[in-house]
């Protein structure tokens, strides 16, 4: 979805535009070095999509509730687990890329507080995506979307590398924010 790609990228576009490179160079190294997180969070949502579909298809509230409970525990733990050891070896691994790299360690502490938000509610967006709540979805991504957008505009000129972590940060929470108030009027 063009959404997606947005939300993912458009932090790192407005910064080779409005900073310099090696401001860039530092941002990305920082926030993909972080990103690593979301893989939990992929795999978790994969791997329960099928029994979203299933539980919701056979019409079991029960045993979709029980789904939604063990993905949130396989999201959340994991992730926190594995955001405590990425901001424990944050400045050594982001030093691999050069001394200078280090700067963007603060990034990761930024991203790491949306990557748990995120990861605290579970793989919602799969469930709504299994649910039939897809227009719900692609709503709360549109609008995450539009708000990095404009929260990148507004803060990467003036806050820097930690605007771009703040407005993606904000951007990842509102968007999960949204799906969790669908799922909950819709389930």
């Known amino acids: 979805c063009a959404c997606e790609l947005a939300l993912q990228n458009t932090d790192v576009i407005v910064i080779a535009n409005a900073l310099s490179p090696t ?72 030093g691999l890329f050069g001394a200078q790299f280090a700067d963007g360690y603060p990034v990761m502490c930024v991203l790491v507080l949306a990557f748990l938000a995120r990861a605290a509610i579970g793989p919602v967006d799969f469930l709504l995506n299994m649910t039939g709540g897809q227009a719900d979805c692609a709503r709360a991504l549109t609008i995450a979307a539009l708000l990095n957008l404009v929260l990148n505009l507004l803060l990467v000129p003036r806050f820097g590398i930690i605007g771009a972590a703040s407005a993606v940060s904000l951007s990842l929470i509102a968007g999960a924010a949204l799906n969790y108030r669908a799922a909950c009027r819709r389930l």
């Open 23 to 94: 401001q860039a160079g530092i941002y990305f190294a920082a926030a993909k070095t972080m990103g690593l997180i979301m893989f939990v969070y992929y795999a978790v949502g994969s791997a329960m999509a099928n029994r979203f579909a299933a539980a919701s298809a056979q019409a079991d509230d029960g045993a979709l509730r029980a789904h939604v409970r063990e993905a949130v525990r396989w999201t959340f733990w994991p992730s926190l687990a594995l955001g405590l050891v990425m901001l424990a070896a944050g400045r050594p691994l982001l």
